[in-house]
C-alpha cells in the first residue's frame, strides 16, 4: 500500500510540474524516459537471471495460463460492450475500437484518430493511459483481490514492457514469463484488432 | 508567449518510431538475464530498490508529458468521462476472466 501511493505521488507531482509548464516535456525528456526504461528492463533481465529457482518455479506453473491472453482479450471486449448502454453517443463498434487498444495507447490512438476521427482517438488515447496508470498503481490490490493473473490482464498489451516490473513485483518473478508471453501475443494483436473494429 | 506546442506533434512522432526503442529495449532484458546468470553467486538485495527508484522516475515523466498535453487536459469533460466509462467496464471484464481462469487452476492443482 504505501508503495503505491509514493507511485501515485511521483505521478501526481509530474502531472503538475507538466502542467504548470515548470519543466517542459522535451526531446530531452523523451530521451531519459527511454533510457531510463532500457535501464529497468536490463535490471529486470538481471533480476530473473539472478533467480536460481526460477525454472524450477516456472515448471511449477500450470500450462493453462497459456490461455491467458485470451481470456484478457474476452473479458476486455465483453466489458467494453456493457458500456454501449451508458454511451449513447458511440457504437459497439466505437467502444471495441477504443478498449481493442489493451493499454498500448500509442499505437491505439493514432489508428482511430485517422479511421474514425479526432474525438475517439483522444478517447482512446486517454481509455488506454488510463489502462497503464490503473495497472501501475493498483497491481498490488488486484494482486490481492483476483490474484496474480488479473495482475497480468489488467496491464494489456503493456505487461512485456512498462508494466513488467511492476508485474514481476507484486505477482512475483516466475510469472515474468507469463506476462511477456501475454504482452508479447497482445502486442502483436492490437493492429489487427483495432483496424478490424474501425472496420466495422 | 513561448508554448510547448511542438511537444505534442514530437512525441507522437516519437511513438510511431518506437520500433527501435522497442527492440533496445528486448536487448537490454536479454543482456540484463546474461549479467544476472552471470552474477548468480553474489547477493544483490539493492536491486528491487533500484527497480523501485526508475519506476518513481518514468512515472514523474509520464506525469510531465500527460500534463503538458492540452489534448488530454483539455479533454477532461465528456470525453474523459466516456474515456473512464470505457477503462472501467473493459478492465473490469479481464479482471472477472482471468480470475475465472485463475479459479480453474487453482481447483484442479488442488485435486491433484
Redesign the interface.
Given at each position: 500500500m504505501k508503495g503505491s501511493i509514493i507511485i501515485t505521488l511521483f505521478f501526481a507531482a509530474g502531472c503538475l510540474v507538466g502542467y504548470g509548464e515548470l519543466m517542459p516535456f522535451d526531446h530531452m525528456a523523451e530521451q531519459a524516459s527511454k533510457w531510463l526504461l532500457c535501464g529497468l528492463m536490463f535490471l529486470v533481465g538481471v533480476s530473473l537471471g539472478h533467480d536460481e529457482n526460477l525454472l524450477g518455479q516456472l515448471r511449477k506453473l500450470n500450462p493453462r495460463v497459456i490461455l491467458l491472453p485470451v481470456m484478457t482479450l474476452a473479458g476486455t471486449l465483453g466489458g467494453s460492450l456493457a458500456t454501449i448502454f451508458l454511451l449513447s453517443d458511440y457504437s459497439a463498434s466505437d467502444v471495441l475500437a477504443v478498449s481493442s487498444g489493451l493499454g498500448y495507447y500509442s499505437l491505439s490512438s493514432i489508428f482511430i484518430s485517422e479511421f474514425k476521427g479526432l474525438e475517439l482517438g483522444t478517447i482512446a488515447l486517454l481509455c488506454n493511459v488510463m489502462r497503464e496508470i490503473f495497472t501501475l498503481l493498483f497491481a498490488p490490490l488486484v494482486m490481492r483481490m483476483f490474484g496474480p493473473l488479473a495482475v497480468i490482464s489488467i496491464g494489456g498489451a503493456t505487461t512485456a514492457d512498462t508494466t513488467l516490473p511492476i508485474i514481476t513485483q507484486t505477482a512475483g518473478s516466475r510469472y515474468a514469463v507469463v506476462a511477456v508471453f501475454h504482452g508479447c501475443l497482445l502486442d502483436f494483436s492490437v493492429p489487427f484488432l483495432v483496424t478490424l473494429f474501425c472496420s466495422l | 508567449m513561448p508554448t510547448?506546442c511542438c511537444?505534442c506533434a514530437?512525441?507522437?512522432a516519437?511513438?510511431?518510431a518506437?520500433e527501435e526503442?522497442?527492440i533496445?529495449?528486448?536487448v537490454?532484458?536479454?543482456?540484463?538475464?546474461?549479467?544476472?546468470?552471470?552474477?548468480?553467486k553474489r547477493p544483490?538485495l539493492f536491486?528491487?530498490r533500484?527497480?523501485?527508484a526508475?519506476?518513481?522516475?518514468?512515472?514523474?515523466?509520464?506525469?510531465?508529458?500527460?500534463?503538458?498535453?492540452p489534448?488530454?487536459?483539455g479533454?477532461f469533460g465528456k470525453?474523459?468521462t466516456?474515456?473512464?466509462?470505457?477503462?472501467a467496464?473493459?478492465?473490469?471484464?479481464?479482471?472477472?476472466?482471468?480470475?475465472?481462469?485463475?479459479r480453474?487452476?487453482?481447483k484442479?492443482?488442488q485435486r491433484q
Open positions: - | 510547448n511537444n514530437s512525441t507522437r516519437g511513438h510511431i518506437n526503442a522497442v533496445k529495449v528486448y537490454a532484458i536479454v543482456l540484463g538475464i546474461v549479467v544476472g546468470r552471470l552474477l548468480r544483490m536491486l528491487s533500484v527497480v523501485m526508475i519506476i518513481w522516475a518514468l512515472l514523474f515523466i509520464l506525469g510531465i508529458e500527460i500534463g503538458a498535453n489534448e488530454i487536459v479533454g470525453i474523459g466516456s474515456a473512464f466509462v470505457i477503462f467496464f473493459s478492465t473490469l471484464g479481464s479482471i472477472l476472466a482471468s480470475w475465472l481462469l485463475w480453474v487452476i487453482r484442479s492443482e
